[in-house]
T-cell receptor
């Protein structure tokens, strides 16, 4: 069972560079999410999607973009990377039948902006 | 707005001690879910428990137990006879609608 898969696991970016964090899930979940976790902190929601073609901002969306062309994939785009975006990024998905059900997380992507 | 408070930033215990991690939440919804996740040093998030707002029964799973009290808006987590492998950051979380809001986490260190 693959679950939620994120790539890359580790990445170092220079200030001003751009990159895409990939996320795919094989559980046919409609809901997908991107969270970031800063050192010593809890997770904060960046963007979420309730289905293919539908995305919306979470708590901390600035500096990021997302797309949802398929049910399985939910990439996160960082434009003009800044040191403040150094964080661990978690992609997640949840069951379509209940928006308040358990959310399943990927293993995380460690991003450093220097 | 929903909010989760984990007042204990760090806890250190000696193996075999019991330890309780506190979680207090705020919400305007009458229907919501509460969760606990474990984040070991390897970094992944491990689901531990989900409890809906209509089910106040305490739950026990092996050495883990959870005490949900709506009257005090608390959802506390107790580890009995702690072990070194329990060392991790534990997050409490609240879900009202599409997203899940996390507390800041409690770092538990269990010393041998």
């Amino acid at each position: 069972n693959a679950g939620v898969t994120q790539t890359p696991k580790f990445r170092i970016l220079k200030i001003g560079q751009s990159m895409t964090l990939q996320c795919t899930q094989d559980m046919n979940h409609n809901y997908m999410y991107w969270y970031r976790q800063d050192p010593g902190m809890g997770l904060k929601l960046i963007y979420y999607s309730v289905g293919a073609g539908i995305t919306d901002k979470g708590e901390v969306p600035n500096g990021y973009n997302v797309s949802r062309s398929t049910t399985e994939d939910f990439p996160l785009r960082l434009e003009l990377a800044a040191p403040s975006q150094t964080s661990v990024y978690f992609c997640a998905s949840s069951y379509p039948q209940d928006t308040r059900s358990t959310i399943y997380f990927g293993e995380g992507s460690w991003l450093t902006v220097v | 707005a929903q909010k989760v408070t984990q007042a204990q930033t760090e806890i250190s215990v000696v193996e075999k001690e019991d330890v309780t991690l506190d979680c207090v939440y705020e919400t305007r919804d009458t229907t919501y879910y509460l969760f606990w996740y474990k984040q070991p040093p390897s970094g992944e998030l491990v689901f531990l428990i989900r409890r809906n707002s209509f089910d106040e029964q305490n739950e026990i799973s092996g050495r883990y137990s959870w005490n949900f009290q709506k009257s005090t808006s608390s959802f506390n987590f107790t580890i009995t006879a702690s072990q070194v492998v329990d060392s991790a950051v534990y997050f409490c979380a609240l879900s009202e609608a599409y997203d899940m809001r996390f507390g800041a986490g409690t770092r538990l260190t269990v010393k041998p």
